[in-house]
């Protein structure tokens, strides 16, 4: 028990000092300040929206990056940094991640952010997904999704890196990890999260299908733990909080470390190479001339201005276009 | 399989050699002794009686501590006793381990073993404890789970490390890891334990809430096997028994050793560490502070004289007392 | 991603080293030879057809050794052969594996290659064995199996290495890993693929009792993925290859390799140790004396001519026989 708790803080540690503002990572910390009082906005026009519940310790953090909560580099920085005050608030215990924007929880990566940059901004903007996940997988406070709305690709890692996924009954959402589609490669710790979430075999069909699955699909599988209805979400959500913090908040994260420990610390181990390997990959003719072409084809095509991967798939006429430029 | 087979020797030594009179876990050698008659009770007043039909080559061992079965240093030491002469036994093919007591299969470890003990005596303990799952979760023997009562903490374990559970349809009982919600962790071999059983995600769940399931809902995540009337579970478990038997035995161990060697090399190589953790975490001033108010409170009010920390979880009162004493 | 990408890479060249010409596992280059026209047979008297159709990219490999698919070494060679071919040929993006025998898909490892052999032979034969796993587990190819008839043992292994499974659904049929009901066990690599299946706790049920299910049991436990009423197999297998080709391929060998190299660089890694280990396990005098006592039974009574381990089962005369000699 003393092991995987120092084991726990040390995770922690490390976290921490990757985001601090002397670390490698280092987030502007300007726009989001906790106010003292409960219960109120904690920014404005940021796209990330804080409200902490101070007496029940429950903070609500709601995405609003139009057009799709796309995580591009700046809504990236803007969540880990709201996550980690989060994760250093001891009022905090539990928070509740979900989308301001209709329909969508996430679309995921922001596309944009891989096409035409230099080597160290890519290498900025992986480091800052990884980032996210450290925080959302190896957080001591109680994480839960309300997937109010389509969740492709990292909108997907986003759910599957909280303790409990509530999805909106809408058969019209998907969630999934769907790179496999776009001719890329969902990265480990992705395959990582999802395997512990759905076991080996549903994870291998999932990832080499790029599968989206429906609402009923997904809490079939285990990839989501409860489906209501679309109006009933947050509501549901904070009474599943409640359940939760009813347990001792100590004991309930050294059993989330002592199963999550071991996926985190492989990136963790591997994070320099992880990045290495993404601005290898990313950068190669062949990749950067397919984002080339579809960036374009987007200029062009203003109906498709979709700046997400994942959304790539809800046009069939897109998805066509993508798969042949993937190809070439 | 050369390999598998020689692996799964050692484990026999291993075991063999810890629990032998001349080892570090010396059992006193009193009380049972197999009678040469077959379906003779095999001991009187003993905790753990055992019945023998060496017809069948099956043993019925049976809890008999009351209130409860919880699992003292004594019940312990004459259980691992009673496992390990089984174990040595040609004529012993299989073990049905049951409760002798209506409505309790076992209440799990005793707290009154962890209070105000000797840093020697803790060690005991919790050697004693690791050496019960060493046992069972590497017999070479058929090993059925007849679950006839509540089953919480150390008595799911019991049921975890055989390899058939089959629980009592009542919807009063209980199995589950429960111990997060006394504040306490469950250490990494009971989690290994339960993951190998329901998978990941059901055990990320299971542990952090310290779940106790019915036995509908134990069956429906595969943490028992089956579910019978509560009068026909010994029959049952005669009927499954039979089926297992069935098997050459040879080859039926090698291939639970091939699943089970890596999770039981995990304890048997980090042994004196674990119980270093154990005794370290328990001996610390809050816990033993927390323990102490619980003892006391046992003594004032003889209602819950309740010996065994998953029992707590049975009265709502004692339940709201204990979580304000682990909180303070 | 370029990490997992060299790693596929490796274990391509690992496998294409082995079956090489010059290598250590040299196949007989004959028979087999692709014509240049589309969808003709490309074997005649071969117990292994293949039949390419170019434009789809799809090759259909069926199985056809009397009396029941038994995996002599030299099916083996002959399945290995094609298999390489097939990997090696740029057209080709998928192959269906299924039979051409009615109600039997593999009745798994021919027995006779294991009795009154040189250790020389054994080895060969052994080598045969991992390499046929080697090239399905690890196939750059979509991979289907056609299961349309019973498939225990080695035939359960080789629909377990696919990527997805279909089977008839007919209750006559079978499947499953049942070695050790024969007294023998299933290697670790069998065992791995079975595992990353149907999980920890399925396969340790499985695997200790020697279980062969029925279609639908093999559904409900995910050993199997799909059930089709028998006469549409084919085409179904052929819908499902249609699925599946869709995707990129770079992305989906990609996101297989990362799924299944683990469990693949395990054999890889032994492999020489697991044959030294199946030798000498299978020339011990206790086995070949039950082989020999099985193998003259088989002579004197014709009727039980099955050359194949799986098949045993099917008569409970030859099974109850079977089971004294192993035992004696």
């Given at each position: 028990m003393a092991a995987a708790m120092v084991a726990w803080r040390l995770v922690g540690r490390l976290v921490g000092r990757a985001v601090g503002p002397g670390g490698a990572f280092a987030c502007p910390l300007t726009r989001l300040a906790f106010p003292a009082g409960q219960r109120r906005r904690m920014s404005g026009a940021s796209p990330v929206l804080v409200e902490l519940d101070e007496r029940a310790g429950v903070a609500v953090v709601r995405l609003q990056q139009p057009p799709v909560n796309g995580l591009s580099l700046a809504l990236l920085t803007e969540l880990c940094l709201a996550l980690q005050k989060l994760e250093d608030?001891?009022?905090c215990r539990g928070l509740v991640?979900?989308?301001?924007?209709?329909?969508i929880f996430s679309a995921g990566l922001d596309i944009t952010e891989m096409f035409g940059r230099s080597e160290?901004?890519?290498?900025?903007?992986w480091r800052a997904v990884q980032q996210l996940w450290i925080l959302l997988y190896g957080s001591r406070l109680v994480t839960v999704a309300a997937v109010n709305g389509s969740s492709p690709a990292g909108g997907c890692l986003m759910a599957l890196s909280c303790d409990y996924r509530i999805m909106a009954d809408n058969?019209?959402?998907q969630i999934g990890l769907n790179e496999t589609r776009l001719g890329i490669v969902a990265p480990f710790w992705f395959k990582d999260a999802l395997l512990n979430t759905v076991g080996h075999r549903a994870a291998e069909r999932s990832l080499q299908l790029g599968l989206l699955y429906s609402p009923q699909e997904a809490f079939k599988i285990g990839l989501v733990d409860e489906l209501v209805p679309e109006e009933k979400i947050q509501a549901r959500a904070a009474e599943v909080m409640a359940q939760w913090l009813a347990i001792p908040d100590h004991a309930r994260q050294l059993s989330k470390s002592a199963l999550r420990k071991q996926t985190l610390d492989h990136l963790l181990m591997h994070r320099e190479a992880d990045i290495q390997d993404f601005v290898r990959f990313?950068?190669?003719d062949a990749i950067q001339k397919s984002l080339q072409k579809y960036m374009e084809m987007l200029?062009?095509?203003?109906a498709y201005q979709v700046v997400s991967i994942g959304r790539i798939l809800w046009n069939p006429r897109v998805r066509i276009m993508i798969r042949v430029l993937v190809r070439s």
């Open positions: 608030r001891r009022a991640l979900t989308s301001a924007i209709p329909g160290e901004r890519l290498g900025e903007f058969p019209k959402y990313i950068s190669r200029k062009q095509k203003k």
